[in-house]
């Protein structure tokens, strides 16, 4: 059973881990609208395709001037 | 009243009913629907133009009725645009791109949402734009250079929403601080609680079958580690407000939760340094878990009723024109007039603070400050109220009060004195609890005194066993639990309780206080009588020519007589109006007037026969007549809504008396309580009447709820035991009031009162069974039965079960 000094640290990073996710996740508003986004997957993003063409152009101009 | 056949055709976008004769359609997916109105059809015309039709296949409610809400919001948004008054809401992040807060009106499902972001984000030179639902607020940025905000708050309006600019108050923005704060915390217990928690069965296995101490050693360390963040991070707030009880002499809740967390750890760090016995960091962290979950439901339910307040104040007209030396003018914040500066106030307008006429002549609606419904004549001389609105024709006014002397902030301390005086219920539960708290701390002490003498090995395993068992952790779920669930059930349908304490009262009233305008009617004039009085024109053409007189009047009255005519109106010469009384003009050549009785004889010396107005409805009266006779009389009256009379059957049936209590005169409101089967109802009554009456109620031992809205409600309902305020007209009553209706749906009312009976069975059941629990588990704790685990094990039991039963109010 020696193996737990090795396996409850690793937990506890992953623990640690979870925290920090989770308070960048409140610090950057990701619980800001907890209603809105559920609804948001059932409808099309779309409707605009020539400004998302736009931007779509916009991205390639800057990765090819990278 | 409706014709029982056209109640089948609604409106697409706004599904009020389709009015008769009238044919508009747009086609939405492929098939074309019916419109109740020219507004309702300019927006779903947009809505369709911008492909955006899918909004209708997801919304949930209703859209707002478009009709007159367009024009009236076009007329202020240019006033957005200039610096002046951006200065307070706008934030400049680059010279030409600005970022800005906006409340959104009329949002009532998500698809709502969406097709505000869509629409906002097609529009050139916004560059993001994003609305949050459950706040109901917008953030917007955009390229100064190639949009003005006003072509957005426009284009909003464009599909049926108002959006206005705000200023996120202080108060807001300390909630949502608290909020993400609170949400850390709970977070972080909740988190490290389960590695807790494991650690905790892997020893109360050790317990059982034997464990080598190396490991013991190793978990608990580790446990200590993991609890020690939650302890003092996550504890904090409540050792925060302990402390301030303890300061102030008190025993709240927070006292006992505090000591028994802090008795809980530092006896496990004992125990780990050698004093021997259990570590209980696992009844730490989950008592600190759970507790923290119900403190932060119930900061959600204030901050959420916090935001509705906002809104409504934030709605009334900021701006005022102040005239400058010469002819010249300027738009000013309303906040910045001062005493002695004449403002000018164009028909439509709000008139931004208390003063007195200089010039014009016009009508005023006060509806908002007096409840009266009618719009009343103001010339040179008379006095105007902030906040209410000019009619007619344009005004100079001279500003004579400011800030804190205007009747609108008269009658918002009046509000808060009223409020200050209020049966406190919600503190009763506290004392109660701090009683419970002092006897549990001297049964504590008393029992860890007979414990060390008696057998010094064992008196700290038992005082915390006493201290966990009967921590009063169940107790003090049972009444916030049920009261979150209910509360959270009841905001869903449209009903917001502000105040704690609104639906432990709401489930003990007895009787239902009642105002009608705005109320139990919709506050808007409908024609329910057309008397003919000459044989010279029918009834049809008696209301072409009243309607063509009033075409172009924007008074209640007026929109009561071309809501009522169907046919096209005609052209009408020479009008003249005589703000507050009358109209005449010539029609296809013929002189006609329309007005009050008063009106008709001044100008034509005809006055109408006794037998005449027997056969009249009560109600308001408009005549009409040519030189030489009277044509016909038109009765007005507010409509009934239809939900009234089901409100008031059901609530009798709940044991619950209805009374009404209005300004309006004895005829009107003895027409509505008749038809509604209110026996008890009192006409012609000033808010300070209300008040005595109610006042009067309570002193014979009634608990009274009331419903009004309009700002001269809000004293009334700040006296009352439990007040619900219309969230429509009620800008400043919702400001005063512990609920708020948010739909026009009176049923909710009646839900609301069921929903409250149901939740104080379930605290009373959630009661009983901690005390019986604590009852049962003290004794056998203080004789050394029970040991600390098993006494973690019940108290968190005991704690489900409390939580548990108070789901039962979400159904």
Same mark, same amino acid.
């Given at each position: 059973?020696?193996?737990?000094?090795?396996?409850?640290?690793?937990?506890?990073?992953?623990?640690?881990?979870?925290?920090?996710?989770?308070?960048?996740?409140?610090?950057?508003?990701?619980?800001?609208?907890?209603?809105?986004?559920?609804?948001?997957?059932?409808?099309?993003?779309?409707?605009?395709?020539?400004?998302?063409?736009?931007?779509?152009?916009?991205?390639?101009?800057?990765?090819?001037?990278? | 009243?409706?014709?029982?056949?056209?109640?089948?055709?609604?409106?697409? #976008?706004?599904?009020?009913?389709?009015?008769?004769?009238?044919?508009?359609?747009?086609?939405?997916?492929?098939?074309?629907?019916?419109?109740?109105?020219?507004?309702?059809?300019?927006?779903?015309?947009?809505?369709?133009?911008?492909?955006?039709?899918?909004?209708?296949?997801?919304?949930?409610?209703?859209?707002?009725?478009?009709?007159?809400?367009?024009?009236?919001?076009?007329?202020?948004?240019?006033?957005?645009? /200039?610096?002046?008054?951006?200065?307070?809401?706008?934030?400049?992040?680059?010279?030409?791109?600005?970022?800005?807060?906006?409340?959104?009106?009329?949002?009532?499902?998500?698809?709502?949402?969406?097709?505000?972001?869509?629409?906002?984000?097609?529009?050139?030179?916004?560059?993001?734009?994003?609305?949050?639902?459950?706040?109901?607020?917008?953030?917007?940025?955009?390229?100064?250079?190639?949009?003005?905000?006003?072509?957005?708050?426009?284009?909003?309006?464009?599909?049926?929403?108002?959006?206005?600019?705000?200023?996120?108050?202080? #108060?807001?923005?300390?909630?949502?601080?608290?909020?993400?704060?609170?949400?850390?915390?709970?977070?972080?217990?909740?988190?490290?609680?389960?590695?807790?928690?494991?650690?905790?069965?892997?020893?109360?296995?050790?317990?059982?079958?034997?464990? +080598?101490?190396?490991?013991?050693?190793?978990?608990?360390?580790?446990?200590?580690?993991?609890?020690?963040?939650?302890?003092?991070?996550?504890?904090?707030?409540?050792?925060?407000?302990?402390?301030?009880?303890?300061?102030?002499?008190?025993?709240?809740?927070?006292?006992?939760?505090?000591?028994?967390?802090?008795?809980?750890?530092?006896?496990?760090?004992?125990?780990?340094?050698?004093?021997?016995?259990?570590?209980?960091?696992?009844?730490?962290?989950?008592?600190?878990?759970?507790?923290?979950?119900?403190?932060?439901?119930?900061?959600?339910?204030?901050?959420?009723?916090?935001?509705?307040?906002?809104?409504?104040?934030?709605?009334?007209?900021?701006?005022?024109?102040?005239?400058?030396? !010469?002819?010249?003018? +300027?738009?000013?914040?309303?906040?910045?007039?001062?005493?002695?500066?004449?403002?000018?106030?164009?028909?439509?307008?709000?008139?931004?603070?208390?003063?007195?006429?200089?010039?014009?002549?016009?009508?005023?609606?006060?509806?908002?400050?007096?409840?009266?419904?009618?719009?009343?004549?103001?010339?040179? !001389?008379?006095?105007?109220?902030?906040?209410?609105?000019?009619?007619?024709?344009?005004?100079?006014?001279?500003?004579?009060?400011?800030?804190?002397? $205007?009747?609108?902030?008269?009658?918002?301390?009046?509000?808060?004195?009223?409020?200050?005086?209020?049966?406190?219920?919600?503190?009763?539960?506290?004392?109660?609890?701090?009683?419970?708290?002092?006897?549990?701390?001297?049964?504590?002490?008393?029992?860890?005194?007979?414990?060390?003498?008696?057998?010094?090995?064992?008196?700290?395993?038992?005082?915390?066993?006493?201290?966990?068992?009967?921590?009063?952790?169940?107790?003090?779920? @049972?009444?916030?639990?049920?009261?979150? @669930?209910?509360?959270?059930?009841?905001?869903?349908?449209?009903?917001?309780?502000?105040?704690?304490?609104?639906?432990?009262?709401?489930?003990?009233?007895? #009787?239902?206080?009642?105002?009608?305008?705005?109320?139990?009617?919709?506050?808007?004039?409908?024609?329910?009588?057309?008397?003919?009085?000459?044989?010279?024109?029918?009834?049809?053409?008696?209301?072409?020519?009243?309607?063509?007189?009033? @075409?172009?009047?924007? #008074?209640?009255?007026? /929109?009561?007589?071309?809501?009522?005519?169907?046919?096209?109106?005609?052209?009408?010469?020479?009008?003249?109006?005589?703000?507050?009384?009358?109209?005449?003009?010539?029609?296809?050549?013929?002189?006609?007037?329309?007005?009050?009785?008063?009106?008709?004889?001044?100008?034509?010396?005809?006055?109408?026969?006794?037998?005449?107005?027997?056969?009249?409805?009560?109600?308001? /009266?408009?005549?009409?007549?040519?030189?030489?006779?009277?044509?016909?009389?038109?009765?007005?009256?507010?409509?009934?809504?239809?939900?009234?009379?089901?409100?008031?059957?059901?609530?009798?049936?709940?044991?619950?008396?209805?009374?009404?209590?209005?300004?309006?005169?004895?005829?009107?409101?003895?027409?509505?309580?008749?038809?509604? !089967? *209110?026996?008890?109802?009192?006409?012609?009554?000033?808010?300070?009447?209300?008040?005595?009456?109610?006042?009067?109620?309570?002193?014979?031992?009634?608990?009274?709820?009331?419903?009004?809205?309009? *700002?001269?409600?809000?004293?009334?309902?700040?006296?009352?035991?439990?007040?619900?305020?219309?969230?429509?007209?009620?800008?400043? @009553?919702?400001?005063?009031?512990?609920?708020?209706?948010?739909?026009?749906?009176?049923?909710?009312?009646?839900?609301?009162?069921? $929903?409250?009976?149901?939740?104080?069975?379930?605290?009373?059941?959630?009661?009983?069974?901690?005390?019986?629990?604590?009852?049962?588990?003290?004794?056998?704790?203080?004789? !050394?039965?029970?040991?600390?685990?098993?006494?973690?094990?019940?108290?968190?039991?005991?704690?489900?079960?409390?939580?548990?039963?108070?789901? /039962?109010?979400?159904?």
């Amino acid at each position: 059973m020696e193996i737990i000094f090795f396996l409850i640290p690793i937990a506890l990073l992953l623990v640690a881990g979870i925290v920090a996710g989770l308070f960048w996740a409140v610090k950057s508003g990701q619980f800001d609208d907890l209603e809105g986004p559920a609804y948001q997957i059932l409808m099309d993003e779309e409707i605009y395709p020539e400004k998302k063409d736009e931007k779509k152009k916009q991205e390639k101009n800057k990765a090819s001037q990278k | 009243m409706t014709d029982q056949s056209n109640q089948d055709i609604r409106c697409f #976008h706004c599904g009020l009913p389709v009015p008769e004769g009238l044919e508009l359609s747009v086609e939405i997916n492929h098939q074309a629907q019916p419109m109740c109105c020219k507004g309702c059809e300019a927006v779903a015309r947009a809505i369709v133009a911008g492909g955006m039709e899918s909004y209708y296949q997801y919304r949930t409610e209703k859209s707002t009725t478009a009709k007159e809400l367009v024009p009236d919001v076009l007329r202020q948004t240019e006033v957005y645009d /200039r610096a002046e008054v951006q200065r307070s809401f706008v934030r400049r992040s680059d010279e030409n791109i600005r970022e800005a807060s906006l409340i959104l009106e009329g949002i009532d499902c998500a698809a709502c949402v969406w097709l505000n972001e869509q629409h906002i984000k097609g529009l050139p030179g916004v560059l993001e734009a994003q609305v949050n639902y459950s706040t109901h607020r917008a953030r917007v940025v955009w390229d100064e250079r190639k949009i003005k905000l006003s072509d957005i708050l426009k284009a909003i309006a464009e599909i049926g929403y108002i959006a206005h600019p705000y200023d996120p108050s202080q #108060h807001h923005q300390i909630l949502e601080k608290q909020r993400k704060d609170y949400l850390k915390r709970l977070g972080l217990a909740g988190a490290l609680g389960m590695q807790v928690m494991m650690f905790a069965i892997a020893m109360y296995n050790g317990d059982w079958w034997g464990m +080598e101490q190396k490991y013991r050693t190793f978990i608990e360390w580790v446990s200590l580690l993991l609890t020690l963040p939650v302890f003092l991070y996550s504890g904090w707030p409540f050792y925060r407000a302990a402390w301030r009880d303890i300061k102030h002499r008190r025993a709240g809740m927070d006292v006992p939760i505090s000591l028994g967390i802090i008795i809980a750890f530092s006896g496990s760090l004992f125990a780990m340094a050698g004093a021997g016995g259990h570590v209980y960091f696992d009844s730490v962290v989950m008592f600190i878990f759970f507790l923290l979950t119900a403190r932060y439901l119930e900061l959600v339910a204030r901050k959420k009723a916090s935001e509705h307040t906002e809104a409504l104040i934030q709605s009334q007209a900021t701006t005022a024109v102040r005239e400058l030396s !010469g002819n010249e003018t +300027e738009i000013v914040a309303a906040q910045e007039l001062e005493a002695g500066d004449i403002v000018q106030v164009r028909p439509g307008e709000t008139i931004p603070s208390d003063g007195e006429v200089v010039e014009g002549r016009s009508s005023i609606d006060e509806s908002l400050l007096s409840g009266e419904s009618r719009p009343c004549l103001k010339q040179a !001389g008379a006095k105007v109220i902030g906040g209410s609105i000019n009619i007619e024709s344009p005004l100079r006014i001279r500003v004579t009060e400011i800030g804190q002397e $205007t009747v609108l902030s008269t009658i918002l301390r009046l509000v808060e004195r009223a409020q200050s005086e209020k049966p406190a219920i919600a503190r009763l539960a506290d004392r109660v609890a701090g009683r419970f708290v002092a006897a549990i701390l001297l049964l504590a002490t008393v029992v860890a005194i007979y414990w060390y003498l008696k057998d010094p090995t064992q008196w700290l395993a038992i005082t915390i066993s006493v201290l966990v068992v009967t921590c009063p952790c169940a107790l003090s779920l @049972a009444t916030p639990a049920a009261i979150t @669930a209910a509360t959270g059930t009841l905001i869903r349908q449209g009903l917001l309780c502000s105040r704690g304490y609104a639906l432990e009262t709401l489930a003990k009233v007895n #009787h239902f206080v009642f105002d009608k305008t705005g109320t139990l009617t919709d506050g808007q004039l409908e024609i329910i009588q057309v008397l003919q009085l000459s044989d010279d024109l029918d009834e049809a053409s008696c209301l072409l020519q009243a309607a063509s007189l009033e @075409a172009l009047s924007e #008074h209640p009255v007026a /929109r009561a007589f071309i809501k009522s005519c169907k046919t096209g109106l005609r052209a009408v010469d020479n009008l003249s109006s005589t703000p507050g009384s009358g109209l005449a003009g010539r029609i296809n050549g013929r002189q006609v007037f329309l007005g009050s009785m008063q009106y008709i004889q001044q100008e034509t010396g005809l006055e109408m026969k006794d037998d005449q107005s027997k056969r009249l409805k009560p109600g308001s /009266r408009v005549l009409l007549s040519d030189q030489n006779d009277l044509l016909a009389v038109f009765v007005l009256q507010d409509a009934i809504r239809d939900q009234a009379a089901p409100l008031i059957d059901d609530l009798r049936q709940a044991g619950i008396q209805s009374l009404l209590f209005s300004g309006d005169d004895e005829t009107a409101v003895s027409l509505v309580a008749e038809k509604l !089967g *209110i026996d008890d109802y009192r006409s012609a009554m000033l808010p300070a009447d209300k008040l005595q009456q109610l006042k009067e109620l309570q002193q014979q031992g009634a608990t009274v709820a009331m419903l009004g809205d309009g *700002i001269n409600d809000a004293p009334v309902l700040a006296g009352a035991d439990v007040s619900i305020a219309m969230g429509e007209g009620a800008r400043y @009553a919702a400001a005063a009031a512990d609920m708020v209706l948010f739909r026009q749906d009176l049923n909710i009312i009646f839900r609301g009162v069921t $929903t409250a009976r149901k939740m104080m069975r379930v605290i009373r059941q959630n009661l009983s069974w901690a005390l019986a629990y604590n009852i049962i588990a003290l004794p056998l704790a203080a004789a !050394g039965f029970i040991q600390p685990w098993m006494a973690a094990l019940g108290m968190s039991a005991s704690s489900l079960i409390v939580v548990a039963n108070a789901m /039962r109010l979400t159904k």
